[in-house]
C-alpha cells in the first residue's frame, strides 16, 4: 500500500515538474515545420526586442518586437511587431532566445499563436562584449529537467528505502 502512495505521489510530482511550464488551454493541434511554413505569410528568425502596450486597438492588448536575422518568407525587414491579445492562445516569446516565428496577417496586423508551430533556434550568450547565439545551449534545458525529475526519483526511492528498513522497524 505505501509502494503504491509513494509511486503515485511521484507520478504526480513528475507530472508537475513537465507540465508545469507549459500548461496552455488553447485547444489546436501544432504543425509541422512544413505546414507551419506553408500556412504562415510571414515566417523569420529573430530575437524579442520588447513587448509593447497598444492602447488604441480594443482588438489587441500588446505587440511583440522583434529584431530580425533572417526572413524565410514574406518581405525583407529588419524588425516587426507581432500583436497579441492576452489570451491562453498567444505565444509565449522571452528574450535572449532566438526564435523561428510563423507569423499570419489578420486584417493587416501580423499574429502568431502557440498553435503557429514557433520554434526555438538558440540562446544569445555575450562573450567578451560580443553577441553569439549558442545552438549547443537548446538541449540544457530538457536536460535539467530531466536531471531534477532523477534527482527527485533518487530521493523518493531513498526515502522509501529508510522508511521500510529503519522507522517501520521502530516499536
Known amino acids: 500500500m505505501q509502494m503504491r ?13 513537465f507540465a508545469g511550464n507549459g500548461v496552455r488551454a488553447c485547444d489546436c493541434v501544432t504543425l509541422s515545420p512544413d505546414k507551419s511554413f506553408e500556412n504562415a505569410d510571414f515566417v523569420f528568425e529573430g ?9 488604441s486597438n480594443e ?13 524565410l518568407k514574406g518581405p525583407n525587414l529588419r524588425t516587426v511587431a507581432l500583436a497579441g491579445d ?14 523561428r516565428v510563423y507569423a499570419r ?6 499574429v502568431s499563436g502557440s498553435c503557429s508551430g514557433n520554434q526555438v533556434v538558440g ?15 537548446l538541449w540544457q534545458r530538457p536536460f535539467m529537467k530531466v536531471l531534477a525529475v532523477c534527482g527527485l526519483g533518487v530521493l523518493l526511492g531513498s526515502g522509501v528505502f529508510v522508511w521500510r528498513r529503519c522507522i517501520r522497524k521502530l516499536p
Open 5 to 17: 502512495l509513494a509511486l503515485f505521489a511521484a507520478a504526480v510530482l513528475i507530472l508537475m515538474l
Open 47 to 55: 530575437q524579442l526586442l520588447g513587448i509593447e502596450p497598444v492602447q
Open 59 to 71: 482588438l489587441y492588448g500588446f505587440v511583440y518586437v522583434f529584431k530580425i536575422n533572417q526572413t
Open 86 to 99: 492576452n489570451t491562453n492562445c498567444d505565444a509565449q516569446f522571452k528574450p535572449n532566445v532566438v526564435y
Open 105 to 110: 496577417s489578420n486584417n493587416g496586423t501580423l
Open 123 to 137: 540562446f544569445f550568450r555575450v562573450y567578451r562584449g560580443f553577441t553569439t547565439i549558442d545552438h549547443a545551449a
